[in-house]
């Protein structure tokens, strides 16, 4: 198969050439990655030449919003769906709040939620808020033994009641990729509404919404190397059924309905910097320039979760046979995305955090907003976690690196 050339991918991210960051080596990207050199040209060219209301009929107007509406149009290619499905937001959890008011008038007292105590709080709190309008609340529980989630647990849960069915398609803590297709054709079967909360897989590979079948789908594009925007695809069919969240005027208009604030128009333009990205990265290494997008997608997601598998193995193998460690989640890289949470034996996350900064690794610690987890696993929410994370730009030798210095702290 066709190998990631991490020279070419390094080159296109300007944080690696930035004197400032030299000799930094960024595990911390579950929480945000560094941004592509097209995404930062896009929005300097856009604050610079079209830094004005859009769709007018002067020219500059014009093109800010051609430019808006590219961006859309080529994120949902993409995706692998309609442009009217896709809707941009100031983030993950000012979309679901947002959705959240919608489904406060879409139920009824009595119909029921389910959630996991799995996700990050975004795909929880904004569900169980429903609980002061009658909306019973069901948790889907992990196995505290493997952090993960079971389709037994699922089924028990479903009811002629169920409505709504939120889980993730990736822990920002566990790793796991979950089978959100097999878990969508459970809640469909159910006649329930699947939303799936993507910010922790999208990084690693824009996954075909379609083929998910998720009714919605979240995903924040400040984690895939793009501005600090949320995207939510909505089914068109379900856009249709839920009540309009925008101005009054805007009801006919899919893209404006759950969109309550003006959007972020230059940040907006810059997606495209985001598929110009992924553009390049496919024409270095594939031969097929007629591909489609969707199978563009497939074939870069494919390439980037080689070459983090990869560098994954020795991390997860130097921590599992650590006597001090207790690594969260699989051992294995099969369905694993590199995000990899332990705790350590006498030390707190924080105190690991700033043993390894010192060294110039940045990594995150605490909860991570994955408070209900924590509980679950039995960890104190306000000590949390040691979460390291990395990308596909992530060389071999930063991995090293990470391994070392690990190996220092934890023999002390």
Known sequence: MQPLDIDFVRERFPAFGEPSLDGFAHFENAGGSYACAAVIERLERYYRETKVQPYHAFAASKKAGELMDLARARMARWLNVAAEEVHFGPSTSQNTYVLGQALRQFLSPGDEVIVTNLDHEANIGAWRRLQADGIVIREWRIDPQTAELGSAGLERLLNGRTRVVAFTHCSNIVGSVNPVSRWVEKVHGAGAIAIVDGVSYAGHGLPDVAALGADIYLFSLYKVYGPHLGVMVMRGELNGQLPNQGHYFNAPHATARFTPAGPDHAQ??????????FEAVYAHHFADAEAGPAEKAAAV???FQRAE????EPLLAMLADHPRVRLIGKEHTRERAPTVSFTVEGLKPSAVAERLAAENIGIGSGHCYAYR??????????????????????SAAEVGRLIAALQVVLSE
């Open 309 to 312: 598998h990869d560098k994954l």
């Open 301 to 303: 997601a494919g390439l």
């Open 373 to 394: 987890l924590m509980e679950a696993l039995g960890i104190p929410p306000e000590e949390g976690v040691v979460r390291t994370s990395f990308v596909h730009y992530t």
């Open 268 to 277: 907006i333009a810059a997606v495209n910097g985001v598929i110009d990205y």
